[in-house]
């Protein structure tokens, strides 16, 4: 409880001296920024604290975390001191409600998330493990860049921003490991929450002053601050439905028994999802169970199937934010979705703003821009704490400010060339402002490759966004029957033909040109230069297109009828495209034939145009990956498409939930109960899988023990190896040797790192090679390990440990499991400094004083 307590007490303080710095830059936001300022918080908190470790004017300790907070309170200090000091105190006083909204809000959802976890608290399984060795390896680490804690002599190469910033409140409430992690995934649940919330309200808001301007007064519909807690239901809650179908399949419906005792259904079989195409558990039953046992909640992140040439499955990740945080690992993708919310709601304030905050007709104009320095900070931040959103919010943020200038001077050719000056501005300063990170950082990424085969079913598409679709849809059709004109299907529909026909002839292009290197494959190997780096790196990317098959018309073919079979996602992303473009095209050319009579319009513009960019910037991060790729070494579109629609449901949830808001409170039409009625039996299936499976993974919150330490798993199963991982927490600061193993192993390996957060020679290997790209540095790292505990050979075991500064030799139950360790040799050299019935711990002399041949 009081680790809850101190952790809501600092977010909370670093929510505060940061609101002075959003009132003062957020200034077009109807919450002028506060639902944001814990989010911008920490980022200007834990973007000051890692540069000033990088360049060592701090160091990594309590007084570098006190004093990077002291410089944002100073900050935010002397904003108020100067001009807004008097005009933020009369903001606060009028928006009491508000902020009393977004403080419950917050709390009530960081105790319930804790409460969750604190249900099913063990940081262990799937990546839990890596997550906790990052946060460990930060607060262990003498300097920065942070030790890589499974790779001893290397910094982390990965986007470690987010584990910095859980860094931050852990070393500031002296929380342990395990509890830092369960109170971060709760924390950044909330964080998530006001997020949405805040978009919901600013938008909403922003759209009842434009009534009140062009209505001639009329009262709104509804309450933005009680309509606003739509947004967190959408982005937090509200799921897929596979949920929903789970139930259905528990039931038996749509399944027959044969006379064998068999049961078979063509329905479930056509859906081709992974369990439900397999026979319910007896007796049927309402609630949802797998008939062979294991997770259901698991199979939601698993809809997609994508299949080979040979028509072998493959499996593709397709998780959403409900999903995330019942599974708890704090992976990146998590860990940036408050900084995402942030980066949009960056861009809102830009949009309602008309370009103030930014204009500019030179760059040297546009870096003399606050505003400008602040989005960079932000946006510069997405790249460090999940790369593949760096992009597409720098894309958001853009699409906003280019918009603002068709919608006030009309459509220019220039307009193009804004596009790439702002875009490469600001990724140019996010560079600038990170290039620590991007210099220490290897990607496995490996260019683009096309799709081919691989296509996603439209009913799949629909059953992983249903739950967002609809209001969607609803939106936009009551949008466009509002501002209804054949114009606007004309030129929607030439813009999305052109851009489907562009996507598609471009992906066709370079998949002959695939097929055709990989055809001619012997003659290049025949030529001098046949074996030049430049021509294998082309031959091998081609493979990947072909399967290595020489016959690679055959599977462009193939890709055809699987289009051409499965149309159901490229038709609906095309029918989507189309009527945004068409409502985009029509906003901008009535908002500009009023700029120059409506002298209201440019205090109070429609917020429509800005959600109809995040449900177009959800169609481009959903239709990417039916034509291309993006290569690494999973060898498919898995992690594509798992990246992709993650970002496609945050911009689509915030869109979701302001369509509801207005099914709600403004569509008045004949059908409105009809559609109302939809509305609510969709809301209704998408809450199914958090109503069922949120009681399996907490088993019914019924817990051998209420905890929020997640490290408790290793006090009941690893019971010798939990004192000395406790032991080793105090020790000085060095490598250490342990087992090497398979991730994701039951056994544990790794399980010294990541307790510690002492760096190991070579922890989960196959993950290391994904964040370098390769093996290089990995070498002979397990063999060396193996050989370090088997050898008998003192100056055998002494050179690796010198070759990889070994400080600490860890001998436990697993080392003894996974080696037949040869012990004696540590005995004989090294000093016993830590010993129970199960553990024995080895330091290594100071390499300074170790003899060349002698015995230490």
Same mark, same amino acid.
């Given at each position: 409880?009081?680790s809850f307590?101190?952790w ?6 670093s ?6 710095i959003v009132f003062?830059f957020?200034?077009f936001?109807p ?6 300022s814990?989010? $911008?918080g ?5 973007y000051i ?5 990088i ?13 990077s907070f ?10 108020c001191r100067?001009? %807004?000091?008097?005009e933020?105190k009369?903001?606060i006083?009028?928006?009491k409600? =508000?902020?009393?909204a977004?403080e419950?809000l917050?709390l ?5 998330w804790?409460?969750?976890r604190?249900?099913n608290p063990?940081v262990?399984y +799937? ?6 060795? !990052?946060?460990?390896s930060?607060?262990r680490?003498?300097?920065f860049p942070?030790a890589?804690?499974w790779?001893s002599?290397y910094s ?7 584990y910095?910033m859980? #860094?931050l409140?852990a070393r500031?409430a002296g ?5 830092t992690f369960?109170l971060?995934?709760s $924390?950044?649940?909330a964080l ?8 919901i309200?600013n938008?909403f ?5 434009h009534r009140r301007k062009?209505?001639?007064?009329e009262?709104p519909?509804?309450?933005a ?6 947004g967190p239901?959408y982005? +937090?809650?509200?799921s897929?439905?596979?949920g929903f179908?789970e139930?259905?399949h ?5 399944w027959v028994?044969n006379s064998?005792g068999?049961w078979?259904?063509?329905?479930w079989k056509?859906?081709?999802?992974n369990?439900?195409?397999?026979n319910?558990a ?7 169970? /797998?008939?062979t046992g294991?997770?259901t909640w698991? /199979?939601?992140?698993?809809v997609?199937?994508?299949y ?8 593709i990740i397709d998780e959403?934010?409900f999903?995330?945080?019942l599974?708890s690992?704090?992976h ?14 960056l861009?809102l ?6 370009n103030q ?13 606050p505003?400008?320095w602040l #989005?960079?900070?932000?946006l510069?931040? $997405?790249a @460090?704490l999940?790369?593949w959103?760096?992009?597409? !919010? ?5 699409l906003?400010?280019v918009?603002t200038l068709?919608r006030d001077?009309?459509?220019k050719?220039?307009?193009?060339w804004?596009f790439l000056?702002?875009?490469?501005s ?7 402002l990170?290039?620590p990170?991007?210099?220490? !950082?290897?990607?496995q990424?490996?260019?683009l490759?096309?799709s081919?085969v ?5 009913v799949h598409f629909w ?11 609803i939106?936009l059709?009551?949008l ?7 114009n606007?299907l004309?030129?929607?529909g030439k ?5 489907m ?5 471009l992906?066709g292009f ?8 990989t055809r001619?494959e012997s003659?290049?190997l025949?030529?001098?230069?046949g074996?030049t780096v430049?021509?294998?790196?082309l031959?091998?990317?081609?493979? /990947?297109?072909t399967?290595?098959d020489?016959?690679?018309i055959?599977i462009i073919?193939?890709a055809?009828v699987? /289009? ?5 996602t490229?038709?609906?992303?095309l029918?989507?495209?189309v ?5 985009l095209?029509?906003f901008s ?5 009023n700029s120059?009579?409506?002298?209201t319009s440019p205090?109070a513009p429609?917020?429509?145009? @800005?959600v =109809?960019?995040l449900v177009?910037?959800g169609?481009?991060?959903?239709l990417?990956?039916?034509f ?5 070494q999973?060898g498919n579109? $898995?992690?594509?498409i798992?990246?992709?629609y %993650?970002q496609?449901w945050?911009l689509w949830g915030i869109?979701?939930?302001y369509?509801?808001v207005?099914i709600?409170?403004?569509f008045?039409?004949r059908?409105s109960?009809?559609?109302?009625i939809?509305w ?13 499976m949120?009681?399996e993974?907490?088993?019914?919150f019924?817990?051998d023990t209420w905890?929020?330490?997640g490290d408790?798993?290793v006090?009941?199963?690893l019971?010798?190896?939990a004192?000395?991982l406790?032991?080793?927490m105090d020790v000085? %600061?060095g490598?250490?040797a342990e087992a090497v193993?398979?991730a994701?192993?039951s056994s544990? *390996?790794g ?5 510690t957060? =002492?760096?190991t020679?070579l922890g ?8 370098r ?5 990995i070498?002979n790292?397990?063999f060396?390990?193996?050989t370090?505990?088997e050898?008998?050979d003192?100056?055998?075991?002494r050179?690796i440990?010198r070759q990889?500064?070994?400080k600490?030799v860890y ?7 996974s %080696?037949?360790v040869s012990?004696?040799?540590?005995i004989? *050299?090294l000093?016993?400094i830590y010993?129970?019935p199960?553990?024995s ?13 002698a015995n230490p």
């Amino acid at each position: 409880m009081l680790s809850f307590l101190s952790w809501y007490v600092i977010s909370l303080f670093s929510g505060i001296v940061t609101f002075p710095i959003v009132f003062r830059f957020l200034r077009f936001l109807p919450d002028r920024g506060y639902s944001s300022s814990r989010a $911008m918080g920490l980022l200007i908190w834990g973007y000051i604290y890692w540069i000033l470790n990088i360049l060592g004017i701090l160091e990594n300790n309590l007084g570098g975390v006190v004093f990077s907070f002291l410089v944002v309170l100073v900050v935010g200090l002397l904003i108020c001191r100067k001009t %807004y000091g008097v005009e933020l105190k009369s903001w606060i006083s009028s928006q009491k409600k =508000l902020i009393l909204a977004v403080e419950i809000l917050f709390l009530v959802m960081f105790a319930f998330w804790a409460i969750v976890r604190a249900a099913n608290p063990d940081v262990a399984y +799937t990546e839990k493990p890596m997550e906790l060795a !990052f946060i460990n390896s930060i607060l262990r680490s003498p300097s920065f860049p942070p030790a890589d804690p499974w790779l001893s002599g290397y910094s982390i190469s990965y986007y470690y921003f987010g584990y910095i910033m859980v #860094a931050l409140f852990a070393r500031l409430a002296g929380t342990t490991g395990g509890v830092t992690f369960n109170l971060a995934i709760s $924390m950044w649940f909330a964080l998530a929450g006001i997020g949405a919330y805040g978009l919901i309200y600013n938008l909403f808001s922003a759209w009842q002053k434009h009534r009140r301007k062009h209505l001639n007064g009329e009262p709104p519909g509804g309450r933005a601050i009680a309509w606003a807690f739509l947004g967190p239901f959408y982005l +937090t809650i509200v799921s897929n439905l596979e949920g929903f179908l789970e139930i259905l399949h528990r039931r038996g419906l749509f399944w027959v028994r044969n006379s064998d005792g068999t049961w078979q259904s063509s329905f479930w079989k056509w859906l081709d999802i992974n369990d439900l195409n397999q026979n319910p558990a007896l007796p049927f039953s309402w609630i949802p169970e /797998r008939a062979t046992g294991g997770w259901t909640w698991w /199979r939601a992140s698993r809809v997609l199937q994508d299949y080979t040439i040979s028509n072998m499955p493959v499996e593709i990740i397709d998780e959403f934010p409900f999903f995330s945080f019942l599974l708890s690992d704090l992976h990146p993708h998590v860990l940036a979705i408050p900084f995402g919310l942030l980066a949009i709601l960056l861009s809102l304030n830009l949009f309602l703003g008309r370009n103030q905050s930014l204009g500019f007709t030179r760059i040297f104009d546009l870096i003399k821009k606050p505003f400008f320095w602040l #989005a960079a900070i932000a946006l510069g931040g $997405m790249a @460090f704490l999940n790369i593949w959103d760096f992009p597409i !919010f720098v894309g958001v943020f853009v699409l906003a400010y280019v918009y603002t200038l068709v919608r006030d001077q009309g459509w220019k050719t220039q307009w193009i060339w804004e596009f790439l000056k702002l875009g490469i501005s600001l990724g140019l300063a996010g560079f600038v402002l990170y290039l620590p990170f991007f210099l220490s !950082f290897a990607s496995q990424a490996g260019g683009l490759i096309p799709s081919g085969v691989y296509v996603t079913r439209g009913v799949h598409f629909w059953i992983m966004f249903g739950s967002l679709l609809v209001p969607i849809c609803i939106y936009l059709v009551q949008l466009l029957r509002h501002d209804w004109s054949v114009n606007i299907l004309q030129i929607g529909g030439k813009i999305a033909f052109w851009i489907m026909l562009g996507l598609s002839l471009l992906s066709g292009f370079v998949a002959l040109i695939a097929v055709n290197l990989t055809r001619f494959e012997s003659w290049f190997l025949e030529k001098p230069w046949g074996s030049t780096v430049l021509i294998q790196g082309l031959l091998n990317w081609a493979k /990947r297109f072909t399967f290595g098959d020489q016959n690679g018309i055959a599977i462009i073919a193939e890709a055809i009828v699987r /289009r051409l079979q499965y149309p159901g996602t490229w038709v609906t992303l095309l029918i989507m495209m189309v009527f945004v473009w068409g409502l985009l095209v029509e906003f901008s050319r009535k908002s500009f034939s009023n700029s120059t009579t409506d002298t209201t319009s440019p205090d109070a513009p429609s917020p429509h145009p @800005f959600v =109809l960019i995040l449900v177009l910037a959800g169609i481009g991060l959903t239709l990417f990956p039916e034509f291309f790729y993006l290569i690494d070494q999973f060898g498919n579109r $898995m992690n594509t498409i798992f990246k992709f629609y %993650y970002q496609a449901w945050i911009l689509w949830g915030i869109a979701a939930a302001y369509s509801s808001v207005l099914i709600w409170n403004f569509f008045r039409t004949r059908l409105s109960v009809f559609v109302r009625i939809l509305w609510s039996i969709v809301f209704l299936m998408g809450l199914a899988y958090p109503i069922f499976m949120l009681p399996e993974r907490t088993n019914s919150f019924n817990p051998d023990t209420w905890t929020l330490d997640g490290d408790v798993y290793v006090e009941k199963y690893l019971p010798d190896d939990a004192p000395a991982l406790r032991w080793l927490m105090d020790v000085d %600061y060095g490598v250490i040797a342990e087992a090497v193993g398979p991730a994701y192993s039951s056994s544990g *390996h790794g399980r010294v790192s990541v307790h510690t957060g =002492l760096p190991t020679v070579l922890g989960w290997d196959n993950h290391e090679r994904q964040w370098r790209g390769g093996s290089i540095e990995i070498g002979n790292r397990a063999f060396d390990i193996q050989t370090l505990y088997e050898v008998r050979d003192w100056e055998v075991a002494r050179d690796i440990l010198r070759q990889y500064s070994i400080k600490y030799v860890y001998v436990g139950s697993l080392e003894r499991s996974s %080696y037949r360790v040869s012990e004696q040799k540590f005995i004989d *050299h090294l000093t016993l400094i830590y010993q129970n019935p199960g553990v024995s711990i080895y330091q290594v002399p100071d390499y300074s004083v170790f003899p060349d041949t002698a015995n230490p």
